[in-house]
């Protein structure tokens, strides 16, 4: 480490961090990013799919460039039972068209091709070293502490992911609750390209998403998940922690029920696993969102839980490149006026509520609300996929309708509740 | 089939940190209905339940994959003391 004082200090290699010194560096600051795992991305896992639209403004072009696994082409939603299933298979060129395309990502590669993109604008990039501590002086961070080394700088950025300790020793967070935060845990599988393609119907460097809800999550808050990778696949199960605990099975448990379903199992058979990973995703929308700023410091990205769970959509890495630019647009009109103090800093703040990251969080606030009601996890697809496959069969006695059915599960689940669920929706 | 968490956990790359538990955990706390939580939120399986049917804990800092959930479960209760691993150690992921 050195002496010397740099404009700016970046906590954590994950996407905020890696972009954000990316444009700092760009504009001729000197900027040191400090990641504790051995590179940028050793520790960062994803579900795995990129919205493309932010880190495009940041970086035109980036997916020719990058390492990216496949584009998103095919879009499938299914609701489980414990041995039913309904799925919607959406395939359309809209999805790739540019500006609405997504990519499947493997952070370790992914994150460390961004880490040498902020490199090469001159960044320096110190890994292997976790910061112990900030270098707090008059009210003020000044720099940072690690292995008992100080390092001082204008502006810390802290990109320390959602378990940002940093955060919350400068008072800035409160530790995390249960009930804001998801568990995910995910497996990477190997398999060949050509299997890939013919289980999910793909070809060249298409790619699907695949969510799955109900039975996998066992009543609990979450979803199933699954990405292609160019030879492997990336699946996983994530959970509201709070609903976690006090549910009746540990979560490897749902993870290997998950796999064995009859609609997955067949995906993943003879697979090889290659990394088994788990991670917190924040999601609690704008109720979870720190302190953004103080004198010297801005928290971006998941520290600053910045992460939109919608279900079927998980967003996080999108949001995390609009932060760490509203952050490095605040930096560098800080650095013209020499003035670092949080009234300075505030712009990013400023910046930040004006951009879609926070709009969409807040518009999503009621939806958070709604996704905790229990009986989308349970009874409603139980309820969708048992009146489907009743539709399909046919066996001797009076035939029934589908009203007949309709009607006989509306009964079961309660007229009042069905109705202030369907009020809830069109208030959405 | 399906694999054990011992397995899945083989196939990682983890560097062991010997000399510094990043977690420290309280083995005299007393309420199993939160050592019960622990057991069903770790992904890596490490809270586990004495086999000697004394409704102890066991805990092993080893394998541990980083994802803060039994901190924000259990801190000032069972967990202790929870920071990262020193830099350079612990899970280092190769696709993440
Ligand atoms: C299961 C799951 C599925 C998801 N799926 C999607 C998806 O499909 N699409 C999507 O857009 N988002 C998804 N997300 C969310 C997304 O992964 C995150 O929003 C994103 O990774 C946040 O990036 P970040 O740079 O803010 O944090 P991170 O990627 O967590 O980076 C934080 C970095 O800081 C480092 N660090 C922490 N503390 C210190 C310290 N003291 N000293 C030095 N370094 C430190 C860490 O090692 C790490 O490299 C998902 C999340 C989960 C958990
Ligand atoms: S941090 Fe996660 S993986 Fe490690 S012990 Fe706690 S819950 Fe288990």
């Known amino acids: 480490m050195s002496d010397d004082k740099f404009d700016v200090i970046v906590v954590g290699g994950g996407i905020a961090g890696t972009v954000a010194s990316y444009l700092l560096a760009k504009e001729g600051l000197s900027v040191v990013l400090v990641e504790r795992g051995n590179f940028c991305g050793s520790k960062n896992m994803t579900g795995g799919r990129l919205y493309a639209y932010s880190l495009e403004e940041v970086m035109p072009g980036f997916a020719n460039e990058a390492p990216v696994e496949r584009k998103v082409f095919k879009e499938r939603i299914s609701l489980l039972t414990m041995d039913q299933s309904v799925t919607l298979d959406v395939r359309s060129p809209k999805f790739a068209e540019s500006g609405n395309d997504s990519y499947v990502v493997l952070r370790s590669s992914f994150d460390r091709w961004l880490g040498e993109k902020a490199e090469s604008e001159g960044a320096m990039i110190v890994a292997g070293y976790r910061v112990d501590d900030l270098i707090v002086r008059d009210d003020k961070v000044c720099g940072i502490i690690s292995n008992g080394e100080e390092m001082d700088a204008d502006v810390v950025v802290l990109a320390d992911g959602v378990n940002s300790l940093l955060a919350e020793k400068l008072g800035m967070k409160k530790p995390l609750r249960p009930e804001h935060v998801a568990v995910g845990v995910k497996e990477v599988i190997q398999l060949t390209r050509g299997e890939i393609d013919e289980r999910f119907g793909l070809s060249g460097d298409e790619g699907c998403a695949w969510s799955f809800f109900g039975a996998n999550t066992d009543g609990i808050q979450g979803g199933g998940f699954l990405y292609t990778n160019k030879d492997s696949i990336s699946i996983g199960l994530t959970c509201n922690l709070q609903k976690l605990s006090e549910g009746s099975k540990p979560l490897m448990q749902l993870m290997n029920d998950f796999q064995s379903h009859p609609v997955v199992a067949p995906l993943v058979k003879g697979g090889n696993l290659i990394e088994y990973s788990a991670h917190l995703e924040p999601e609690a929308g704008a109720k979870m969102i720190p302190q953004l700023y103080g004198n010297g410091v801005l928290v971006i990205g998941d520290a600053a839980g910045l992460t939109l769970n919608l279900g079927h959509k998980v967003r996080g890495m999108d949001l995390a490149v609009i932060s760490a630019q509203c952050a490095a647009q605040a930096i560098l009109e800080a650095k013209s006026r020499e003035d670092f103090t949080a009234s300075s800093l505030r712009k990013y703040k400023d910046l930040l509520d004006v951009s879609s990251a926070i709009q969409n969080i807040e518009a999503r606030d009621k939806y958070l609300e709604f996704m905790e009601n229990p009986l989308l996890y349970n009874a409603y697809p139980l309820m969708i996929v048992d009146m489907l496959a009743r539709l399909f069969v046919v066996k001797g006695g009076r035939a029934q309708t589908i009203f007949d059915d309709i009607l006989k599960n509306i009964e079961a689940l309660g007229k009042n509740q069905i109705e202030n669920d369907f009020k809830a929706v069109k208030k959405l | ?96």
Not at chain 2, 65 to 94: D, F, Q, T
């Open chain 2, 1 to 96: 089939m399906t694999m054990s968490i011992d397995e899945k956990l083989g196939v990682d790359k983890i560097i062991v940190d010997e000399e510094n538990a990043h977690i420290i955990i309280d083995k005299q706390y007393s309420d199993d209905a939160e050592k019960r939580k622990l057991i069903k939120i770790c992904p890596a399986g490490l809270y586990k339940m004495e086999e000697d049917g004394g409704g102890n804990l066991t805990f092993d800092y080893i394998g541990c994959l980083e994802c803060g959930a039994c901190r924000a479960i259990s801190l000032g209760k069972v967990v202790s003391g929870w920071n990262h691993p020193a830099g350079a150690m612990g899970v280092e992921y190769r696709m993440g």
